[in-house]
């Protein structure tokens, strides 16, 4: 199984609210526009002062793998794009294997979002539209 390019068209809920200044802001369960694949879903979004994090979760076959390229970014509505820092649970550009429960959880940092982004694409590998 090899997935190289993935897109999810994601929307931020306007009516999210935050919890007070300074708090982090969370999306539980995106709702999806559109995608190319279902490699994972995105169960969260969490829009830090630091950070954006995505976290991903597979649902597959024991032993079966898939790999999140280092050149993934997420691009705004506005037409910016936010680079992804780092992964907490995969090693990125590797084959991941998944394991005997067939689950895995998996987090990607990216630059902030601008708080005024209201809907994101996540596009993997460098793909473009």
């Given at each position: 199984?090899?997935?190289?390019?993935?897109?999810?068209?994601?929307?931020?809920?306007?009516?999210?609210?935050?919890?007070?200044?300074?708090?982090?802001?969370?999306?539980?369960?995106?709702?999806?526009?559109?995608?190319?694949?279902?490699?994972?879903?995105?169960?969260?979004?969490?829009?830090?002062?630091?950070?954006?994090?995505?976290?991903?979760?597979?649902?597959?076959f024991?032993?079966?793998?898939?790999?999140?390229?280092?050149?993934?970014?997420?691009?705004?509505?506005?037409?910016?794009?936010y680079?992804?820092?780092?992964?907490?649970?995969?090693?990125?550009?590797?084959?991941?294997?998944?394991?005997?429960?067939?689950?895995?959880?998996?987090?990607?940092?990216?630059?902030?979002?601008?708080?005024?982004?209201?809907?994101?694409?996540?596009?993997?590998?460098?793909?473009?539209?």
């Open positions: 199984m090899r997935y190289d390019r993935l897109i999810f068209c994601l929307f931020l809920w306007i009516g999210v609210t935050m919890t007070g200044w300074g708090q982090n802001k969370v999306i539980e369960v995106p709702r999806y526009e559109s995608t190319n694949t279902y490699m994972f879903d995105v169960v969260k979004i969490e829009m830090a002062r630091n950070a954006t994090i995505v976290t991903g979760q597979v649902n597959s024991p032993g079966e793998w898939f790999r999140i390229s280092g050149r993934t970014v997420i691009k705004g509505d506005s037409g910016r794009e680079r992804l820092l780092s992964a907490e649970g995969i090693d990125l550009n590797q084959k991941v294997f998944l394991p005997e429960s067939g689950v895995m959880t998996f987090q990607l940092y990216f630059e902030p979002l601008d708080a005024r982004e209201k809907k994101i694409d996540y596009v993997e590998g460098g793909a473009r539209g």
